[in-house]
């Protein structure tokens, strides 16, 4: 069974069409028991970070994620502002702590020539090989939505960045159990549920 963290932030019903369309075995929670039981974790995220901390702060999920997947027993997908709270720190809202799963900074985008937010499709330009690219189409494009990106990572978990315009976004991390997409898998096509399906397929 495949748990959805609901920590009040999440495009829930996004990821939970998805993993119905998937014909996945699934369950929408924050208790941290049922969380236990579960074969792994989607945290997707939609607002800020200092608001998504402190909300699993006050749910009592920072320990339990820092636990279950720091040690090595629970694989998590990260979703947008999911993959960003996996980071050590951000600037938004004043400089603040994530989770610290991964090494590196989320900074706000700036380019004089982009818009920003940026919210499109991009494509995903591989920057090494992983097993999940099997699954993918030749060109796979994918749908953002974020005005914050991450910097300062280990060039050895991005596996796929996207461009716009002058900006190098860090689109898809993986290390170890943990995948991070900064776009979102459950509004991105095939693509996206390939995704989603290689995450499922590899917790189970």
Same mark, same amino acid.
């Given at each position: ?9 999440? &495009?829930?019903?996004?990821?939970? &069409?998805?993993?119905? @369309?998937?014909?996945?075995? @699934?369950?929408?929670? &924050? ?6 039981? =579960? ?9 800020? /970070? =200092?608001? #998504? ?5 006050? +749910? ?19 979703? #947008? ?5 996996? /980071? ?10 994530? %989770?610290? +799963? %991964? ?6 985008? *700036?380019?004089?020539? =982009? ?40 060039? &050895?978990? +991005?596996? $796929?960045?996207? #461009? ?9 991390? $993986?290390?170890?159990? *943990?995948?991070? =997409?900064? /776009? ?14 290689? /995450?499922?397929?590899? #917790?189970?």
């Amino acid at each position: 069974m495949i748990a959805i963290i609901d920590y009040g932030m999440g &495009n829930l019903r996004s990821v939970e &069409n998805a993993l119905r @369309y998937l014909k996945t075995d @699934y369950c929408i929670t &924050n208790d941290a028991e049922v969380l236990r039981k =579960a074969d792994g974790w989607i945290l997707p995220g939609v607002g800020a /970070f =200092a608001d #998504c901390m402190k909300q699993l702060q006050a +749910l009592g999920l920072v320990e339990l994620l820092k636990e279950e997947v720091g040690n090595g027993t629970k694989p998590l997908l990260g979703i #947008c502002l999911g993959m960003q709270v996996l /980071f050590e720190e951000s600037e938004e809202g004043g400089l603040g702590k994530g %989770l610290g +799963l %991964l090494k590196g900074k989320v900074v706000k985008m *700036i380019d004089p020539q =982009a818009r920003i937010p940026h919210i499109g499709w991009n494509l995903l330009e591989y920057d090494q090989p992983h097993p999940l690219f099997t699954k993918l189409s030749e060109k796979p494009f994918v749908y953002f939505v974020h005005s914050y990106y991450a910097v300062h990572y280990d060039s &050895n978990i +991005l596996i $796929a960045h996207s #461009c716009y315009h002058d900006l190098h976004i860090c689109a898809l991390v $993986a290390k170890g159990h *943990i995948v991070g =997409a900064q /776009f979102h898998p459950e509004k991105s096509g095939t693509d996206g549920l390939a995704i989603l399906r290689y /995450f499922v397929e590899e #917790c189970v």
